[in-house]
């Protein structure tokens, strides 16, 4: 793998974002360095779950380029890799680098994933031989992965954690708690769920072979890609050592997987049948166990669902939700007896009638479903204005969101009060400049004009549930024009309902909330 150092102000670290028509030119540059000649063309990939952005680079190669600001998981993704390859095993390599880790090239595995190889089967119930082969071809891997995987490997560069453990099930299930069931507005007591998560805990966590197991922790058909007729796999970066069973969960109960019973029940033969390559396998003992790891798996993917649907607004995940309560409900037919109360719950939640199951429904009966789902659920998010008044001098703000968008007013035009002696040491927040800009009529004037564009913005954001928007005002400063211009919309935006102003004077390091998001 090639390291590409990138010119100083390229080089990016945790706190500064890009968007993503920056982020394609430093990857275009890092592919320069790294093949000698230019890119035939850059194509950014949808963002899925991931803040992670994907984008191909056409050319002789054709590489895929990835931009992640996490750079901790970059260096898990780095070297588990590097470790899978090392033991022969399908995984993309990681061809260049830049200095900061920010930025990487990766082998291209071609557009299908074992997701859209399946599609037809996924729709219709029946899977082709084609599509089983695939199937089979695949979960025999998995132990492959599991067991050689694990061996050698140094769990200590795992990120975030290295071992499957008590709070990483917490975690899981209080995301599930406040990003789903609590949403559906069911009454329920904490103590009593608290208690049965406590046990879950214990169940999940006891039976561990001795062997040690990599839990890739999102092995599903989408990080799946197939190449040449066979399984490659894509986004371990998230794997820890763990049970294995986790994983058998996820692929075999994947929601829109949509497998029958039948073909589920070959899929753990097969994968059971390849496990013994590196243990012993009591199949009835081993059954009873996964279980309890398909329960988990879907409370876990339910608060992914609720999280990354109704507050990110991620349509994918939204429109996955009834194949997770479908999995549910099918669990739910043989009780667990060691989680009562949390299975009351569950049995109440999935009987919800905006639950119902949509098998013979339109689409757009489909989509107002998801309508209705919506507001029970969880109320509306606030719409994040966010306000930032800075220097030119020292380059545009840089807006963190993943989609961007938003106004830059350049207040450079205006009267500037810096130009005299006796307003230097104060700032757009003080009463002499505010006095100053105030008796300026252009200052009126343009002021209106920055309204009537942000009003307008604000209140079709509003209705279309967007959460995010940007505004930034810009002088040669960033002390007088820029801060007073950036006070007077934050302290209008703050007074009106569902909205939350950020308000940053970046050249003065000041930076506060103003809250007022009542539903509107």
């Not at 940007?470 to 820029?482: K, N, Y």
């Amino acid at each position: 793998m090639k390291m590409i150092s990138l010119p100083k102000d390229e080089r990016m670290t945790t706190h500064t974002a890009i968007d993503n028509t920056q982020a394609a030119g430093r990857l275009a540059r890092l592919y320069a360095e790294y093949t000698g000649h230019t890119s035939e063309g850059v194509t950014a990939f949808p963002l899925s779950g991931s803040n992670r952005r994907y984008f191909r680079l056409q050319g002789t190669p054709t590489l895929i380029g990835v931009y992640g600001t996490q750079i901790e998981e970059n260096h898990a993704f780095f070297y588990i890799g590097a470790h899978f390859r090392e033991k022969g095993l399908p995984v993309p390599g990681v061809v260049a680098r830049s200095a900061d880790d920010t930025l990487y090239l990766q082998e291209d595995l071609g557009d299908t994933s074992l997701f859209d190889a399946i599609s037809a089967g996924r729709a219709t119930g029946q899977f082709s031989e084609e599509e089983k082969r695939l199937l089979h071809k695949t979960i025999r891997l998995l132990p492959v992965l599991q067991y050689a995987g694990a061996e050698g490997m140094d769990f200590s560069r795992c990120f975030p954690i290295a071992r499957f453990d008590k709070r990483d099930i917490l975690w899981d299930l209080n995301y599930f708690k406040y990003c789903f069931l609590k949403g559906t507005g069911i009454d329920f007591r904490e103590d009593l769920l608290e208690d049965d998560f406590r046990q879950m805990v214990k169940v999940l966590l006891h039976g561990d072979t001795p062997r040690p197991s990599f839990m890739y922790r999102d092995f599903q058909s989408r990080n799946v890609m197939i190449k040449d007729g066979e399984p490659w796999f894509i986004d371990f970066q998230g794997g820890r050592q763990g049970p294995a069973c986790y994983d058998v969960a996820s692929f075999l109960w994947q929601a829109k997987a949509h497998f029958p019973d039948a073909l589920r029940r070959e899929l753990l033969q097969s994968y059971m049948d390849a496990l013994r390559v590196y243990l012993p396998v009591d199949e009835a003992r081993y059954k009873a166990r996964l279980r309890h790891f398909v329960l988990f798996r879907t409370l876990q993917v339910l608060g992914a669902y609720g999280f990354r649907g109704y507050y990110e607004r991620k349509p994918h995940f939204l429109e996955s939700i009834p194949f997770a309560m479908e999995n549910l409900r099918s669990l739910l037919e043989e009780p667990f007896p060691e989680y009562p109360y949390l299975c009351n719950l569950l049995q109440r939640m999935a009987g919800m009638e905006r639950f119902a199951p949509d098998k013979h429904i339109s689409e757009e009966t489909k989509e107002m479903k998801i309508k209705e789902m919506r507001p029970a659920l969880t109320a509306q998010p606030p719409l994040v204005v966010s306000i930032t008044s800075f220097s030119y001098k020292r380059g545009l703000p840089v807006d963190t969101s993943e989609h961007g968008g938003g106004f830059i007013f350049d207040c450079r035009a205006l009267h500037n009060p810096g130009r005299y002696a006796r307003y230097r040491h104060y700032s757009g927040k003080d009463e002499p400049v505010v006095r100053f800009l105030e008796t300026e009529s252009e200052v009126a004037s343009f002021l209106e004009h920055v309204y009537a564009l942000v009003d307008a913005a604000t209140q079709r954001y509003l209705s279309r549930g967007f959460t995010y928007l940007s505004v930034g005002f810009g002088c040669t400063g960033g002390q007088h024009r820029s801060v007073y211009c950036a006070e007077q919309l934050a302290a209008r935006l703050s007074r009106q309902p569902g909205i939350q102003v950020t308000l940053l004077h970046r050249e003065r390091a000041s930076w506060q909330t103003l809250d007022n998001t009542a539903t509107p």
